[in-house]
């Protein structure tokens, strides 16, 4: 089992900036994705970022340019750099992890999730 714990959510104007972190913990040599999702209030989970153990990244078409996902393997953790946010940005944001490569749905562990909010 892999236990994710995300920080670093709260509340920031439009155009600032912000970092989430995920902390995985457990069986983590077996992971071998790890992303963030977000949902936003009546609508659907979906992908912001991914990264793979080998660095490959993918981003969601409304994000690129402003997020970054990066990871350090020491400390078990991946980040989320949020910046020139938008309102449109403010949902919940999930980490999730995934024992297979997959860029796009990585899906087999997911964090409790962490609120971003972004003031107009």
């Known amino acids: 089992q892999v236990q994710l714990v995300e920080s670093g959510g709260g509340l920031v104007q439009a155009g600032g900036s912000l970092r989430l972190s995920c902390v995985a913990s457990g069986t983590i040599f077996s992971i071998n994705t790890m992303g963030w999702y977000r949902q936003a209030p009546e609508k659907q989970r979906e992908l912001v970022a991914a990264?793979?153990?080998?660095?490959?990244?993918n981003y969601a078409d409304s994000v690129k340019g402003r997020f970054t996902i990066s990871s350090d393997n020491a400390k078990n953790t991946v980040y989320l750099q949020m910046n020139s946010l938008k309102p449109e940005d403010t949902a919940v944001y999930y980490c999730?992890?995934?024992?297979?490569?997959?860029?796009?749905?990585?899906?087999?562990?997911w964090g409790q999730g962490t609120q971003v909010t972004v003031s107009s």
């Open positions: 990264i793979t153990s080998d660095g490959s990244t």
């Open positions: 999730a992890a995934d024992r297979r490569r997959r860029l796009v749905t990585p899906n087999d562990y």
